[in-house]
Structures are given as structure tokens and as C-alpha cells.
């Protein structure tokens, strides 16, 4: 897919912003393209995120939408975040653009919150524990390959150690501590990662035991990014066998957003989290 033609989370966000500005304004695509001097089958790609848009340009149609100042800092934020090029471009060609996407969204988050049932989330993992989670997937990967996943994994932590680091929220299972990834030795050094970590400022980590049921509260694993504070877009990424999928309406984020918040209200916390992962640290 072409970079005029790829589709990211900031340009749909942007297009679902332009869509409702012009029905808002009572112009259907032909008229619109009249007033914002396009064509409406160009008009209808750039509201459906497959267009790219110069900044001049998206300037041009939010003024002519007389879009309040704040609203039209927003768009053009999102917009030069698009464009703007990562240490991800060069893993191009070793993940799919999703991916390429999720990590330039982790870039610029304000906040990152996640709950996991399965594995260390990416953003916590040791370079051992990312090693053998990616050995042992299917298909399997040669070596060198496996070398590459683990340096994508690991560059994606930069955010969380910057001199502004991201807030990162996390609940995880208890089941996600006890399952042995690569060895005693390996999961030793990651929950003292985790211990490490869970100590800073921009980070909150949460267990959930096994012995609570959080009734329809536990909706399973998923990452909520959000970028801006406050935020000009929430994003809800899932993990499948195959890929993930990625839900941008705001209701949804809204809803995922309370679902975590009732969850941490189920899970230890964090001082008596961390003595948990103590316990199974001596375990081991």
C-alpha cells in the first residue's frame, strides 16, 4: 500500500473530524467540494483516512469550516504527528503497518493503559522474556528475525524513560506472573522488572489475583492510548492470533476506560501487588 493510500489512526480521527464539520454545516461531498475547492471523490477518501493531507491544506478546509481555535489545533497536531518519521520506519519491513502505527501512537501518548491475561505487556518485558515469547511463536522465526522482533520490542520502552515519560496504568492477571515464559531464571528477572518499574513516578501496576472474580468488569486484554491532555484522541488496541484490531470510536474508548477503572477497583493495590510478586519471585 502506497504511503498516499495508507491509513492511519490519526488520519481517520482527522477525516471523522472533517466528516461531521461538513454535515454539521448542512454540504453534502459535491457541495463541500465546491467550497473547499476539491474534488468530492477526493474529499470522501480524505474523510475516509486514505488521503493524506499537506498541512497547508487541512488549514485551508478548517478555516473554511470556521473551526474554533482549539478543535484546529488539535487537527493540525495529529496531522504533523502523522508525518513525523520514528526509529519504527526502519522496521518496515519486518511488521505490518498496524504495528509501525500502534508504535508512533505509543510515541506521542500522554497516557497508556493496559490489562493482560497471557503475557508481560510489550512495554514491561525484559530483552530474555521478549526473546522467548518470540522464539516460541508460530510459525517459527529464524534467529535473526527473532533478534529484530526483540530490538522493536525494546525500542518501544524509550517512552516510558524519556525525560517526560508516558503514564502507563496497568492490571495484570496473576496468571500472567505465574506462567513460566523461558525458564525460572527469565521470569526471576522480569518480575523484578516489574518490581523496579512499578517504584516510578509515571507508573501504576496493579494484580489482579486469581481468587477475585471481577464480574463483567474483566473484559480481557486490551491497551487504551491516549494522546493530549487533555486528549485530542483515544485509540483502543486488541491483540488477535493474526494482528490486532484497533477501535477508534470515542464511545467505545469511554467504555473501555470505565471498564479498567472498575477492574482496578477488583485488583490488589500497588504496594500489596508488589508484595505478591515478592511471594512468587521466592516461588520460583
Known amino acids: 500500500m502506497s504511503e498516499a493510500t495508507l491509513s492511519t489512526t490519526r488520519r481517520r480521527k482527522i477525516g471523522r473530524v472533517l466528516r461531521h464539520l461538513r454535515e454539521e454545516s448542512g ?6 467540494g ?21 498541512l497547508r491544506d487541512l488549514g485551508f478546509i ?20 502523522d508525518r513525523q518519521p520514528g526509529w519504527w520506519d526502519d522496521y518496515k519491513d519486518l511488521v505490518t503497518p498496524e504495528a509501525l502505527d500502534r508504535v508512533s501512537l505509543e510515541h506521542d501518548a500522554s497516557r497508556i493503559i493496559t490489562t493482560e491475561t ?34 522493536f520490542r525494546l525500542a518501544r520502552q524509550e517512552v516510558l524513560r524519556r525525560n517526560s515519560p508516558t503514564l502507563l496504568q496497568v492490571v495484570l492477571d496473576e496468571a500472567v506472573l505465574r506462567r513460566p515464559r ?35 468488569a474483566y473484559v480481557g486484554q486490551f491497551q487504551l ?21 484497533i477501535l477508534e470510536d470515542e464511545a467505545e474508548a469511554s467504555q473501555y476506560h470505565e471498564k479498567f477503572t472498575a477492574l482496578r477497583s477488583s485488583a490488589l493495590d500497588e504496594p500489596t501487588s508488589r508484595d505478591l510478586i515478592n511471594r512468587i519471585i521466592s516461588e520460583l
Not at 454540504?27 to 463541500?32: D, F, H, N, S, V
Not at 512495554?123 to 533478534?147: F, G, M, W
Open 118 to 151: 497471557t503475557f508481560i505487556p510489550g512495554l514491561l518485558q525484559t530483552e530474555s522474556y521478549a526473546r522467548a515469547v518470540n522464539t516460541t511463536r508460530v510459525p517459527v522465526r529464524p534467529d535473526n528475525i527473532v533478534e529484530r522482533y526483540v530490538r
Open 62 to 81: 478548517l478555516d473554511r469550516y470556521n473551526v474554533p481555535t482549539d478543535l484546529r489545533a488539535a487537527m493540525m497536531t495529529l496531522a504533523e504527528q
Open 27 to 32: 454540504y453534502t461531498l459535491k457541495t463541500a
Open 34 to 54: 465546491k467550497h473547499l475547492e476539491r474534488s468530492p471523490s477526493s474529499l470522501s477518501q480524505i474523510e475516509n483516512g486514505v488521503q493524506w493531507l499537506r
Open 225 to 245: 492510548i491516549e494522546i493530549g491532555s487533555p486528549s485530542i484522541l483515544r485509540a483502543i488496541l486488541i491483540d488477535h492470533f493474526t494482528g490486532q484490531w
Open 182 to 216: 523461558g525458564g525460572r531464571q527469565v521470569m526471576r528477572s522480569q518480575l523484578r522488572r516489574l518490581l523496579n518499574d512499578s517504584e516510578q513516578e509515571h507508573m501504576l501496576l496493579q494484580v489482579l489475583p486469581l481468587a477475585v472474580d471481577p464480574g463483567p
